[in-house]
C-alpha cells in the first residue's frame, strides 16, 4: 500500500482545500469547491461500504478499468460520472468545515472497514470489485483530477 497516497487522502487534500478561497471557481464542471469535498465524500462511502451501486461497466470491460485504477494515468478533464446528473447535488453541509469533518469520518470509516476485513473487496460500480490497495489508489486519483480542476495542484 502507498502511505504516500494514503497520507494524500488524510492530510494533504483537506489542507489543500482548507487553504483554497472557498469561491475558486473550477476550471471545468459546474460544482463548487464544497459541493466537490462533499462529492469526494460520497466516494469514499462506497470505499467503505456505506454505499454500494450496481455494476455499471461491461463485465468484459472492467479487466481495462482495473489496469487504469493501478495505473499512474489520470482522468481526464469533464470526464463524466453516471452517478452525477446534470447539476451538482445540494449541498449537505452548512460550511467548509462540516464537509471536511464528514470526509474525514468517511476517510476513518474506510480505514476502519478494511481492518477489521482484511484481504476483502468493495465493488465500485465503474471499476469492480477493488481492494484497500486499489481503493487508496482510486480515490487519490480521483482526487487529484478534482484539486486541478479548482487549480489546487498543477
Known amino acids: 500500500m502507498s502511505t504516500e497516497k494514503l497520507s494524500f487522502l488524510t492530510t494533504t487534500f ?26 469526494m465524500s460520497e466516494s469514499i462511502r462506497i470505499a467503505n461500504g456505506k454505499l454500494s451501486f ?3 461497466t461491461p ?18 478533464p469533464n470526464t463524466k460520472n453516471a452517478l452525477m446528473g446534470e447539476e451538482p447535488e445540494p449541498l449537505r453541509q452548512k460550511n467548509m468545515e462540516d464537509a471536511l469533518a464528514e470526509y474525514q469520518t468517511e476517510i476513518q470509516a474506510m480505514k476502519d472497514h478494511f481492518e477489521k476485513n482484511s484481504g476483502t473487496v468493495l465493488l465500485n460500480p465503474f471499476f469492480g470489485e477493488l ?3 486499489d481503493w487508496i489508489q482510486l480515490l487519490h486519483k480521483h482526487e487529484v483530477h478534482h484539486l486541478k480542476q479548482f487549480g489546487l495542484l498543477s
Open 54 to 56: 450496481p455494476l455499471m
Open 59 to 76: 463485465e468484459e470491460r472492467v479487466p481495462a478499468m482495473v489496469a487504469f485504477v493501478r495505473s499512474e494515468k489520470e482522468f481526464k
Open 131 to 133: 481492494d484497500f490497495n
Open 14 to 39: 483537506p489542507n489543500l482545500v482548507r487553504a483554497a478561497d472557498p469561491k475558486t471557481n473550477p476550471a471545468w464542471g459546474k460544482m463548487n469547491l464544497q459541493q466537490m469535498v462533499e462529492h
